[in-house]
């Protein structure tokens, strides 16, 4: 079984930066691919960023510039550094795991292709 926590979201300032984590059990296999979504006010979980286990990373248009995701893959938590944040990035932040052979990577920010899923971290942009 696998579990996820997200932490490091909270209240910033436009132009402010955050680093977010998502600590995973269930060993390597297990979180093979990893991803962050956020849900808006109102709005769907669209994806944020997704990452394999052999370090190739996937951004969406507006993400791409100013996050970065990453992983230790000695502790198995994924990272999210959220620089320039702005109103629209407002959301609460999932992180989502799938294992190596379930596939992932032709669709990788899709919500639908992920089975494990964190409670979320809430990220609020504002003056």
């Known amino acids: 079984e696998v579990g996820l926590v997200e932490s490091g979201g909270g209240s910033v300032q436009p132009g402010g930066s955050l680093k977010l984590s998502c600590a995973a059990t269930?060993?390597?296999?297990?979180?093979?691919?990893m991803a962050w979504f956020r849900q808006g006010p109102g709005g769907d979980r669209e994806g944020v960023a997704a990452?394999?286990?052999?370090?190739?990373?996937s951004y969406a248009d507006s993400a791409k510039g100013r996050f970065t995701v990453s992983k230790d893959f000695d502790k198995n938590v994924l990272y999210l550094e959220m620089n320039n944040l702005n109103a629209e990035d407002t959301a609460m932040y999932y992180c989502?795991?799938?294992?190596?052979?379930?596939?992932?990577?032709?669709?990788?920010?899709?919500?639908?292709?992920?089975?494990?899923w964190g409670q979320g971290t809430q990220v609020t942009v504002s003056s």
């Open positions: 989502a795991s799938n294992p190596g052979n379930i596939p992932t990577w032709d669709a990788p920010l899709r919500k639908e292709k992920y089975e494990y």
């Open positions: 269930g060993g390597a296999y297990s979180t093979y691919y």
């Open positions: 990452f394999r286990g052999n370090g190739v990373s």
